[in-house]
């Protein structure tokens, strides 16, 4: 498989695997220092330079006075890409907070056209709603769904797609739009060595029958299937204490991980992410440096053989403790 082969999701061709850029403006989780752009602009034009054409990021990505740093970040590295432009294929997949003021289709469309002027950008790649409020405010549900629908006829967005849906609600959230005319493009879950279960194949499933592409996010469990994590060596912030949790249960996936990676003269992340591919997901790996961009490019352009999957899956369910989901996801 060549590296560059791009995969169709929509109307869109984007390359296997895109970025993550959560961290890009995030100081609580992420240790996010504005002294760290010249580096990540660094490794966003890496990327690019390496066939990458799918960044994903949310208005809401940036902690406090950093609101929406991402999207603003993502919009420079765009405009100051070296040589002449940028390519014209890169595809921002931005998501909307379904905040609690957000009660209308008009705030949605809003609160897309505040993101395309942060990336100072004419139309968005993907339009997502980044979570459902179905668990929690199920008449706001229709206010979200309807914005999607807005931003779509209005022209603001090449596709629309959802994140943090499960199986139930996204099966919904596609009817809807169907009905309206509106085609479902993507759907975005947590999806890793880490979050197996019969929901996450529950949902690829439902992905696959209707068209929809999944997105894996925090294909690398938030770091800890890099390996360059222990229970004595945890990162700093709050992921500390959800690492200091998980990390003791995963010798068996870790060890699998590192025996195949040894044996194909790969690195973990590049077998973890790689997974996600073969699991006919695009994966979407959070980059800080340079390093981490090079190193995960190095999951491209090859796969995992059906047996190393079954070793890599049964290890996985082996490591008793796994992620936690994420709050918002619905069933
Ligand atoms: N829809 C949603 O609700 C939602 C939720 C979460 C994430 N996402 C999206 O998914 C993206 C990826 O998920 P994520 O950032 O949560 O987690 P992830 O991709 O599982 O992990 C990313 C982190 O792992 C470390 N890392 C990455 N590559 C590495 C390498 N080659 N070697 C060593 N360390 C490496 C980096 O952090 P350190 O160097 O600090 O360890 C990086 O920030 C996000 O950026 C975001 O766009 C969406």
Same mark, same amino acid.
């Given at each position: 498989?060549?590296?560059?082969?791009?995969?169709?999701?929509?109307?869109?061709?984007?390359?296997?695997?895109?970025?993550?850029?959560?961290?890009?403006?995030?100081?609580?989780?992420?240790?996010?220092?504005?002294?760290?752009?010249?580096?990540?602009?660094?490794?966003?034009?890496?990327?690019?330079?390496?066939?990458?054409?799918?960044?994903?990021?949310?208005?809401?990505?940036?902690?406090?006075?950093?609101?929406?740093?991402?999207?603003?970040?993502?919009?420079?590295?765009?405009?100051?890409?070296?040589?002449?432009?940028?390519?014209?294929?890169?595809?921002?997949?931005?998501?909307?907070?379904?905040? /609690?003021?957000? !009660?209308?289709? +008009?705030?949605?469309?809003?609160?897309? $056209?505040?993101? %395309?002027?942060? @990336?100072?950008?004419?139309?968005?790649?993907?339009?997502?709603?980044?979570?459902?409020?179905?668990?929690?405010?199920?008449?706001?549900?229709?206010?979200?769904?309807?914005?999607?629908?807005?931003?779509?006829?209005?022209?603001?967005?090449?596709?629309?797609?959802?994140?943090?849906?499960?199986?139930?609600?996204?099966?919904?959230?596609?009817?809807?739009?169907?009905?309206?005319?509106?085609?479902?493009?993507?759907?975005?879950?947590?999806?890793?060595?880490?979050?197996?279960?019969?929901?996450?194949?529950?949902?690829?499933?439902?992905?696959?029958?209707?068209?929809?592409?999944?997105?894996?996010?925090?294909?690398?469990?938030?770091?800890?299937?890099?390996?360059?994590?222990? /229970?004595?060596? !945890?990162?700093? +912030?709050?992921?500390?204490?959800?690492? $200091?949790?998980? %990390?003791?249960? @995963?010798?068996?996936?870790?060890?699998?991980?590192?025996?195949?990676?040894?044996?194909?003269?790969?690195?973990?992340?590049?077998?973890?992410?790689?997974?996600?591919?073969?699991?006919?997901?695009?994966?979407?790996?959070?980059?800080?440096?340079?390093?981490?961009?090079?190193?995960?490019?190095?999951?491209?352009?090859?796969?995992?053989?059906?047996?190393?999957?079954?070793?890599?899956?049964?290890?996985?369910?082996?490591?008793?403790?796994?992620?936690?989901?994420?709050?918002?996801?619905?069933?």
């Amino acid at each position: 498989m060549g590296k560059n082969v791009q995969v169709k999701m929509g109307p869109l061709s984007v390359s296997p695997m895109g970025f993550g850029t959560w961290a890009w403006g995030n100081q609580l989780l992420w240790g996010y220092q504005e002294s760290m752009d010249a580096e990540l602009q660094r490794t966003f034009n890496l990327a690019v330079e390496n066939g990458i054409n799918l960044f994903d990021t949310a208005d809401s990505y940036g902690t406090g006075r950093l609101n929406g740093q991402s999207e603003k970040l993502l919009g420079k590295f765009i405009r100051e890409f070296p040589g002449k432009r940028a390519p014209d294929d890169i595809v921002i997949a931005t998501k909307f907070a379904a905040y /609690p003021w957000r !009660l209308t289709a +008009g705030q949605f469309v809003k609160a897309c $056209k505040g993101s %395309l002027e942060r @990336l100072q950008i004419e139309k968005m790649g993907i339009g997502q709603l980044h979570w459902s409020t179905a668990n929690y405010a199920p008449p706001q549900e229709l206010a979200l769904w309807n914005g999607l629908v807005a931003m779509y006829e209005q022209g603001l967005v090449r596709a629309v797609g959802v994140s943090n849906y499960g199986p139930k609600q996204l099966l919904k959230v596609h009817d809807y739009l169907k009905a309206r005319g509106v085609p479902l493009c993507s759907a975005q879950v947590q999806f890793s060595l880490l979050s197996i279960g019969d929901e996450q194949m529950e949902i690829k499933n439902i992905c696959d029958s209707l068209g929809i592409r999944l997105i894996a996010y925090s294909p690398l469990g938030l770091g800890m299937l890099t390996g360059k994590y222990t /229970p004595s060596n !945890l990162p700093l +912030g709050p992921r500390a204490l959800l690492f $200091k949790q998980i %990390l003791p249960g @995963l010798e068996p996936l870790l060890i699998s991980l590192r025996e195949i990676a040894q044996r194909r003269r790969k690195t973990l992340p590049q077998v973890a992410i790689n997974w996600c591919i073969c699991k006919g997901t695009i994966p979407i790996p959070g980059v800080k440096t340079v390093k981490q961009a090079e190193e995960n490019l190095g999951a491209l352009g090859w796969r995992l053989s059906s047996d190393e999957l079954l070793q890599i899956e049964y290890a996985a369910k082996e490591s008793p403790r796994q992620m936690i989901q994420n709050i918002f996801q619905t069933r």
